[in-house]
Structure formats: structure tokens, C-alpha cells
């Protein structure tokens, strides 16, 4: 039998000058079999996916360890990638397919430590590979690409290999000071990105920039290929580095499976790897050292599945390793002409802001593209990548300013653009009946973010909210709920809803919960009630399972809730748990959920939070003060939604005993006066005593002033409508000694940092006024403009201006 022709092609994950180049190199080479570099339990799911009708890039292939899944490798494949052409070339030819890297069982039971493996079974690589960003690029679900950074210039096919030729020899001949850099202080830099000292060869200052601009926009040239292997192969042998031990067993592991597919009889053998690893993947390189490294590992059971993926996430902003900095402009670089790209991105740029009824017109387009033509002449490049794009749209399309092109650079560079998978695919009971629960309310999940309006009188919005609010108690944030301004009350919900793509893992953990998404959010609900540390965490709890329907919950729920209540002494934890029951309560009656147990309990716990109040305000410094006090307002205000007299007036009793105990925080006691003013318990009168009471010349002057920020918190309407008020306060300030008045006007300050604008202005008017109105201001012969002016900066200060 004749010796089988193995060719490699060392490809750039996602890289579409890799994905033309290689779909030619395959089409001229007509293999019998490929070799991929992807796990191998993931061999079946990638043959079978690819020939789907249904099946819209980008997508991702989800291996797990069903019994942890904190064990996941995501592997994205998008139409420019070259793992797709693969696929797709071996469906269309008939060619087998084989998966060839560690599996990803192997690869979960390896230790945190792999160095664990026995002496003398971890043989160093005979290159020196380096532990770097091109070398890591193998990992398919979490590794980094050899480039990152985005330049689209192309280069000819017959200068590409010239140069590169070169820069071969260039390598070579230069390697003692190369080696000599490398292993003398920058070594931290070389581990990084060791692609860096070619482009340092070539005149670049970025490694990522020198492979866009040398390798991914030579599309469709299969010689390339035998390009990369060499410098690659140079690269190796110079850089001597300790290969890191993972990558150590997925090279032996692919050296392995390539001589097993040789044994098999294949004449065509094509490998398709990461550029890094092609130079060490021989058949005759290693043999006993690999069957050594790879014997007696342990495994884990693997499941796999596929799932729609988003541009955003295969962007390398998301923090994907092998991510590209402009999915949208790679999937436009793959699919039309380099002659006609750059204008289809223009135009498709001024569409965009044309649908925002921003000025773009045709005569923009040709401006733009001539701009970013010129930008590319003038920094030597045959066309324009994504760089001078972005520039010349900026200059012409956004009037010089960024912020006008926020819509372009999503759309058009990262891309607002979600995948598919088809439907039959098997799915856990869970995946099922969520898929069915977003057909029934009409919510396709969608990578672009959108906001939605829910009326909670309509069938369908209510299924919608349930939905979402059980989505969120089983971590999957698939909505997030923000304030309804300016709706009709709690008939109202607004959400921002945003799919993310590895919410199908959480999806699959959630499954131990239960087969529905109900019953996953009821057990779910129970679990958590079962270890809720205080009264407060149960309450929260219990608001969200009611938002969410989960009658079957509630009573677990509500027993904890009793439990808890009656062995809660601390005043801290009522205040901050009766505010959700009250919310409870108030959404009874929207969603249609018997709330008696929820009542009964309410009843119970404003009692005792009237009856220890009074003494969980003594005793306190400021800080202490001031974190209690938003609860005290939550709780006032929630007392008042139930509409009950009997619970009211024990409130009132309660806040009444805080203003006039002398032992009470100041900040807590002036809120107290606040909230009854508020309330019309207390009249003007009253108020008027009371704040001329905290501001006696024998009250401390600290308490004086939190006295006041507490009364005043929030606005300065009280001052402007209450003359009384107003001049007591002002009558204080102007007896106090010029030393006290300097201690305590940073104090005062924080009394009117959440005053409006036009509220400190009448306030300062008012004072310039001396408390009366304008009309009644009249000037007397005795007085001294000038001196009256000197106490005008200080009262600027005070108010903040």
C-alpha cells in the first residue's frame, strides 16, 4: 500500500481569510477523511448538525457533565468560520469527518493540578512550544485567537508568499538576538503573544494587527497554508518554553488519533488545527511518550447539544478567548467580493442612521468610501479594513463625533445577530417546555436588547410576567424588571429583555429543580426558603414567588416566614422585611393569588415592629442612624398602603414617641417629625415646637444638625410653604458663634444635597429677602448693602450653589 499524503492546514480560528483559503485548499486536495481539532465526544453532534434544513449560524455546541455542570465547554461555529467549511465540505464530498482533541470527558476529570500525571510520563515537546494566546487558540469554547485586532487591507496571492518567504529566512537569520530576547525579561510578553516578534520583523508594533493584515484577507489562496506551517514550525523551535501540561495531553491525544486514521488505510489525510499546534502533530513524532502521557486518565460522562450563539458572544469583547473584535464585518468579509465590500459597508451604515431619521444620504456614502480609501492609501494598504471604515464614517456620516455612530459599530461591526437550532434536536423536559412556554406567550428569545410593555389586566401579559419571573428565580435573567414611570400603579410592568446564549446551561442546571418551568420555580422556591439565613430574605422570597404564580410555594413560603417572625426580636429585620409582604399584598389582587396567609402574617408584625421601634432608635451614632432610616421610610410608607386605621395609629404612636424622646438619634427623631408632617399627624404648630425644641442652645450642636437633615430629607418644600419653620431655622443659624458656625455648615450641607435646583434658589432668594416676600421687601435708609452682601457667599455655600 502507497504511504497516505497528510497535508495540515493550520487555520485562525473564525477567521474568514482561513475559511476561503481552506475551503479551496480542500476543494483542490480532495480528501477521503479531515481530521478537525474538536473534542471527540462532540463527533456525533457536529456530523449530523451541519446538513439540518432548519440550522441558522452562529451557533454553539454545548458539551456537560450532566451530574456538574459547572463543567461546560461552549465550541462557536459561524459562517466565516473555518471549522464550518469543514463541515460543510465533508457533507457536500462525501469525505469522513473525525474529532480529533482531547475529549471533553477526558479533559473534565483532569485535577485542578494536572501536573499530577507520574514522573516521567510528561515528556518535553521536542519545539519548546510556548503556553501563548496563538498557541491556546485549539480551545475552541474558551481559548484566544491568534489575532484580535481588526485591519482588512488585502494583500496579492504572489506578494503574500514572497514576503513571507522572507520573513522566514528573516526569523532564522536573526534568531541569537530573538532567543536572547526572549529569555531575558520578556519573557512575561513572549508567553503572551509570541506572534508579536514576527510582526516586530516586519515593522509592527501589534502582533494581532500583523496577522489580519498578513494572513486572514488573503482569501482564497490554498499556499498560505504551507506559509503559516513553516513560520510556525521556525517559531516553535526558537522560542523554547515550557508547553503547559493540558496542552501537552491534547497534542499527544491528536497525534494519537491521526495515527489510528492512518492505520485505517486513508490515502488523503487533510488536519485542520490552530496554527499553533499544526508543527507537532507528525504521526512518527512521540509514539511511546504519547501512549504514556494518555494512559489510565479518568473520565466523566459527556452530554452534548447544540444552541443558538450571538455575534456579541463570539465577539472578543464578551471575553470569549478565540473571539474577533467584528463578527458582523468578518461574516460581510466572507460573504461578498473584497472589490465591493467596502461599499456595501457604507451604505449599509447610512441606512442604519437614515432609519434613526439621521442625515445620510448617498452623497455621505461615496464620501465615506472615498475617505476610508484614502486612509488605506496612506497607510500602504491595497483596501480599507474595518479601521478606516469606522473613521471615515465617523468624519463623514457622524460629524466627528463617535457617539452619533454607537448604532453602526453594534450592527455593523459587532452585530446584532442570533443563531438557530433545529427543533427536534433532543432536549431535556425543561429546554421543552420553555420552548413551548414562548410560543404560548409569544416571546422569541432575541440577541438584540428591546423593552417590553406589560399590562397585567390582559391574559397574555400576565402569562408573560409569570414566565419571566420564574425564569429569574431559576438565575436566568432572561428579563429584568425596571420602574414603570408614569403608569397606571402595579397594573404596570416594564422589562428589558435580552437572550444570552449560555442561559441554556442554566436552563439544563435548573432541570434538577423540575421538568416545567413551574415546577422548577416552586422547588426552587422551597430550597431557598429552607436555608433563608433571616425574616427579611423569606420576605423577599415570598414577594417574587407570588409575582411569579407560584401557588404551590406559598405555603412552604409562609410557614418559614412564621417561624422566622416568631423568633425575631431585632427591630432591624421587621422593618426590613414588611415592605415585600405589603407588595404581596398589594399584588393579590392584580395577579389573582389568594393573600390571607400573607395577611395574617402582616397583622402579626406590625405590632411588634410598633412596639420596638421606639427603642431601636436610641443609642445610635450617625452612621448607625442613617442606615436605619431608609428603612423606617420603606416601612412607613408600605403601613400606609395597607389602608388599615388600627395599624396606623399604632405607627403614628410609635414615630411620636421617636420625635419626643430625648434619648432618640437626631437624624432618626427630625425623620420622625417629617414623616408625621407628611402624614398630617403633626400640625405646624407642633412641627414648629418640636424643631425649635431640637435646636435649643442646650442641644448638642451635632444633634441639632442631624436633627434637621432628617426633617428636611428629601425636598425643601417644607421650609418655602412653612414660614414659621424657616425662620426658627434661620434665626438658629444666626445665633450661633462664627466657630460653631463653621463646624456645622459642611454638616448643614448634607440637610440640602437632595434639594432641586429651583428649590435652593427660592431658598436663597428667601434668605437674601430676610424670610419675606419680594413685595414686602423695602429698603430703609439705615441699611447696609455692603455688609449685607459679605453673608451672601456663605449662604451659597450652605445651599450648595
Not at 473564525?14 to 480528501?31: F, K, M, N, T, V
Not at 414617641?657 to 408625621?676: H, T
Not at 444633634?703 to 414659621?724: C, K, V
Request: with cysteine; hydrophobic share 40%.
Amino acid at each position: 500500500m502507497p504511504p497516505a499524503d497528510l497535508r495540515l492546514f493550520g487555520i485562525r480560528h473564525h477567521g474568514p481569510g482561513s475559511a476561503a483559503s481552506l475551503r479551496q485548499a480542500l476543494d483542490e486536495y480532495q480528501p477521503d477523511i479531515v481530521l478537525l481539532e474538536c473534542p471527540a465526544d462532540g463527533e456525533a453532534a457536529v456530523q449530523t448538525i451541519i446538513q439540518h434544513p432548519d440550522l441558522r449560524m452562529p451557533v454553539a455546541l454545548l458539551l456537560y457533565n450532566p451530574k456538574q455542570y459547572q463543567q461546560a465547554s461552549f465550541l462557536p461555529f459561524a459562517t466565516f468560520s473555518p471549522e464550518t467549511q469543514v463541515l460543510r465540505y465533508c457533507h457536500e464530498h462525501g469525505a469522513h469527518l473525525r474529532c480529533m482533541d482531547l475529549p471533553a470527558a477526558l479533559r473534565f476529570a483532569l485535577p485542578d493540578a494536572v501536573e499530577d500525571v507520574p514522573a516521567g510520563t510528561s515528556p518535553p515537546s521536542p519545539l519548546s512550544p510556548v503556553d501563548a494566546r496563538n498557541k491556546r487558540e485549539g480551545e475552541l469554547d474558551s481559548s484566544t485567537s491568534t489575532g484580535g485586532e481588526e485591519h482588512t487591507a488585502e494583500i496579492p496571492a504572489e506578494g503574500l508568499i514572497k514576503e513571507e518567504l522572507e520573513l522566514e529566512d528573516q526569523l532564522k537569520a536573526s534568531s541569537p538576538s530573538l532567543l536572547g530576547r526572549g529569555l531575558g525579561g520578556e519573557v512575561p510578553a513572549l508567553r503572551r503573544d509570541p506572534i508579536s516578534y514576527l510582526a516586530e520583523l516586519d515593522g509592527y508594533a501589534d502582533g494581532e494587527r500583523w496577522w489580519e493584515l498578513r494572513f486572514e484577507h488573503s482569501a482564497g489562496h490554498a499556499d498560505t497554508f504551507a506559509v503559516v506551517l513553516n513560520m510556525m514550525t521556525a517559531l516553535r523551535e526558537e522560542l523554547a518554553m515550557p508547553e503547559s501540561p493540558e496542552t501537552l495531553l491534547r497534542e499527544a491525544f491528536m497525534r494519537e488519533t491521526l495515527r489510528n486514521t492512518l492505520k485505517q488505510g486513508y490515502q488523503r489525510v487533510a488536519v485542520v488545527c490552530g496554527a499553533w499546534h499544526a508543527p507537532v502533530l507528525q504521526p512518527d513524532l512521540l509514539k511511546r511518550e504519547d501512549k504514556a502521557l494518555l494512559k489510565g486518565l479518568k473520565k466523566v460522562s459527556i452530554e452534548a447539544t447544540w444552541i443558538p450563539w450571538t455575534y456579541e458572544r463570539l465577539s472578543y469583547s464578551s471575553g470569549y478567548g478565540a473571539g474577533v473584535l467584528s463578527p458582523a464585518w468578518y461574516e460581510l468579509l466572507f460573504t461578498e467580493p473584497h472589490t465591493e465590500v467596502v461599499t456595501h459597508w457604507m451604505v449599509r451604515a447610512a441606512r442604519l442612521l437614515r432609519g434613526q431619521d439621521l442625515d445620510a444620504s448617498s452623497a455621505h456614502a461615496i464620501e465615506g468610501v472615498r475617505l476610508a480609501e484614502t486612509l488605506a492609501a496612506v497607510r500602504g494598504r491595497a483596501l480599507p479594513g474595518i479601521e478606516e471604515l469606522q473613521e471615515a464614517a465617523v468624519a463623514i456620516l457622524g460629524g466627528g463625533y463617535e457617539e452619533a455612530l454607537s448604532l453602526v459599530h453594534r450592527e455593523l461591526v459587532i452585530g446584532v445577530c442570533m443563531g438557530e437550532v433545529p427543533a427536534e434536536l433532543p432536549a431535556t423536559p425543561l429546554q421543552q417546555d420553555l420552548a413551548q412556554q414562548q410560543r404560548l406567550t409569544r416571546l422569541k428569545p432575541e440577541a438584540a436588547a428591546r423593552t417590553l410593555d406589560l399590562d397585567l389586566r390582559k391574559e397574555l401579559d400576565l402569562g408573560r410576567s409569570h414566565l419571566l419571573h420564574r425564569l429569574r428565580l431559576l438565575d436566568v435573567p432572561w428579563g429584568k424588571p425596571r420602574r414603570a414611570q408614569g403608569k397606571a400603579g402595579t397594573f404596570h410592568e416594564l422589562w428589558d429583555l435580552q437572550w444570552q446564549p449560555d442561559y441554556a446551561l442554566r436552563v439544563l442546571d435548573a432541570g434538577r429543580w423540575g421538568n416545567t418551568i413551574l415546577d422548577a420555580a416552586v422547588g426552587r422556591a422551597r430550597q431557598q426558603a429552607t436555608e433563608a439565613p433571616d425574616l427579611e430574605t423569606v420576605s423577599q422570597l415570598l414577594e417574587e414567588a407570588l409575582q411569579a404564580d407560584l401557588g404551590p410555594a406559598i405555603a412552604a413560603l409562609v410557614a418559614r416566614l412564621e417561624t422566622l417572625s416568631a423568633g425575631t426580636r431585632d427591630v432591624t429585620h421587621l422593618l426590613a422585611a414588611l415592605p415585600p409582604l405589603v407588595n404581596v399584598l398589594r399584588y393579590g389582587n392584580v395577579r389573582r393569588t389568594e393573600t390571607a396567609q400573607v395577611a395574617q402574617v402582616v397583622h402579626h408584625l406590625v405590632p411588634r415592629l410598633c412596639i420596638g421601634l421606639p427603642q431601636a432608635c436610641t443609642g445610635l451614632d450617625y452612621d448607625a442612624a442613617r442606615q436605619l432610616l431608609p428603612r423606617i421610610e420603606g416601612t412607613h410608607q408600605a403601613i400606609r398602603l395597607l389602608q388599615e386605621a388600627a395599624q396606623e395609629v399604632d405607627w403614628y404612636a410609635a414615630l411620636a414617641i421617636v420625635l419626643r424622646n430625648p434619648a432618640s438619634s437626631g437624624l432618626l427623631a427630625g425623620a420622625a417629625g417629617r414623616l408625621l408632617f407628611d402624614a398630617q399627624q403633626l400640625s405646624s404648630e407642633a412641627a414648629g415646637m418640636a424643631l425649635g425644641l431640637a435646636l435649643t442652645p442646650a442641644q448638642p450642636t451635632a444633634y441639632a444638625t442631624a436633627w434637621i437633615e432628617g426633617f428636611l430629607s428629601g425636598s425643601g418644600q417644607l421650609l418655602l410653604h412653612h414660614r414659621p419653620l424657616f425662620d426658627l431655622l434661620d434665626q438658629w443659624l444666626g445665633e450661633l458663634n462664627e466657630d460653631s458656625f463653621r463646624e456645622i455648615v459642611p454638616l448643614l450641607r448634607r440637610a440640602f444635597t437632595d434639594f432641586s435646583e429651583p428649590e435652593r434658589r427660592q431658598l436663597l432668594e428667601l434668605a437674601v429677602q430676610g424670610g419675606k416676600p419680594a413685595a414686602a421687601l423695602t429698603v430703609t435708609e439705615d441699611f447696609d448693602l455692603e455688609r449685607g452682601q459679605r453673608v451672601l457667599p456663605i449662604l451659597r455655600e450652605l445651599l450648595g450653589f
